[in-house]
């Protein structure tokens, strides 16, 4: 392997935490000493030596013109790094809605580059995320008809990326198909100068296959902005270092100590993951129907907590299907999400006052508000326990093992093996 490189040669906005995580542990697989933060980073700090940073913010769902203010003000701390390539990470299943927030924050961080054009490229092949003719698939079905089309936030109800893009920015949207990239990164360059002389601004790129993404990032190796999921950054990443796929791998011992779960995603995947883990070992539901006043729900929980943590590993989750989030809603009021997630994280403080050293995040608003509620700024990023789901380590004592997963990762007994420490 070669030696370590001069400075970050990437720096990478990503829209939730989860995402962040996401995004460091492709890097760090490409060979990429990897610092990922949470949250806008406080003027006058300064990073370690390292090749990427990734910062992660909450972005996904606020206003727009938060979004774009919050990613504008990261761009200018990233160049005061040193950093003078940018990559604003978001979900692999594109969540957003028709008022943004990838179209809106793309073209703030084009403008304040003076960039002419980016791609629009959220193809994670390993994820079975697909981009074919211009259309979103989550394994073999289009993306509005995968579970993303009930999402509470961000309901998915069109595949075609083309479009939804156009309706959240008032410039040009093109499309890169794939026998333009399966004919390499010479005609890729060609259709792109195309498309530029068009003044088309976003390409949305199609990609099937992890080498089809590696077409592409060589290609747009003089673009100052990209965006996508974790898949090009991977191959943008690999294109930087020079070095193949999982070389770059120094395993990390996690904190002893016991174990927690804390689940908010009500993703498919995780919905799967908490029934496996159910039958794992003790678990708590927080049920707004049942108990819709939020103090008593935190107090019920914690006291649950407190009761069994000598029989840790544990979960609490608030993760449920449809009919019970509707019930929940019904009872709670419109701002049950929020109230949950900041249970969540209330309890999270708590686990840790008990002793537990290794918490396992599922969903990414919620992975936020644990962050948040344990007040961690930043995490070395350490081995992956699935693709795409690396543990992170807190650098001050005590030190903790988190894993944050993104609602839709991980293989169906992620959540037992991780928090018991399997391998």
């Known amino acids: 392997m070669s030696g370590p490189l001069a ?117 994670s092949p390993e994820h079975g995320r697909t981009v074919y003719r211009g259309h979103l698939f989550v394994g073999d079905i289009p993306l509005s008809e995968s579970p993303m089309r009930h999402h509470p936030l961000t309901p998915m109800t069109d595949a075609n990326l083309v479009r939804v893009m156009s309706r959240q920015t008032s410039h040009r949207v093109g499309l890169l198909p794939l026998d333009v990239v399966r004919a390499g990164h010479q005609a890729v360059t060609a259709r792109l100068a195309q498309l530029r002389a068009d003044a088309v601004r976003h390409v949305v790129v199609d990609a099937t296959d992890d080498t089809d993404l590696d077409v592409v990032a060589t290609a747009a190796a003089s673009f100052a902005v990209l965006t996508g999921g974790a898949g090009l950054a991977r191959a943008v990443g690999a294109a930087a270092r020079g070095v193949r796929q999982d070389e770059y791998r120094h395993p990390v011992a996690l904190p002893a100590g016991p174990g927690l779960v804390l689940a908010g995603s009500c993703s498919a995947a995780t919905l799967a993951q908490v029934d496996h883990a159910r039958t794992a070992f003790p678990s708590h539901r927080l049920d707004p129907a049942a108990t819709p006043d939020p103090d008593e729900l935190l107090a019920t929980a914690t006291a649950w907590l407190r009761e069994h943590i000598e029989a840790a590993p544990l979960m609490l989750y608030s993760s449920a299907p449809v009919e019970q989030r509707r019930a929940a809603v019904a009872a709670l009021g419109p701002g049950t999400a929020e109230i949950l997630e900041q249970t969540l994280g209330a309890l999270a403080r708590t686990a840790v006052a008990l002793g537990v050293r290794r918490l396992v995040v599922a969903g990414g608003e919620t992975s936020g508000a644990v962050v948040s509620a344990l007040g961690v700024d930043a995490v070395v990023v350490a081995d992956e326990e699935d693709r795409g789901v690396p543990w992170c380590l807190t650098p001050e004592p005590p030190v903790l093992g988190l894993l944050l997963k993104s609602g839709n990762f991980g293989r169906p007994d992620l959540l037992v093996r991780a928090v018991k420490g399997a391998a």
């Open 7 to 123: 400075g970050p040669v990437l720096g990478c906005i990503a829209d939730d935490y989860t995402g962040g995580t996401d995004v460091a542990a492709a890097l760090r697989r490409a060979g990429l000493r990897t610092v990922l933060l949470f949250g806008a980073p406080q003027a006058g700090r300064r990073l370690p030596p390292c090749d990427a940073v990734v910062v992660a913010l909450k972005s996904r769902t606020v206003a727009a013109p938060d979004a774009v203010a919050q990613s504008v003000n990261v761009q200018r701390w990233l160049r005061e790094q040193g950093v003078g390539r940018l990559y604003f990470k978001y979900c692999s299943t594109f969540d957003s809605t028709d008022a943004g927030n990838i179209g809106p924050v793309a073209d703030a961080l084009l403008d304040a580059a003076g960039a002419p054009m980016t791609l629009i490229c959220p193809a």
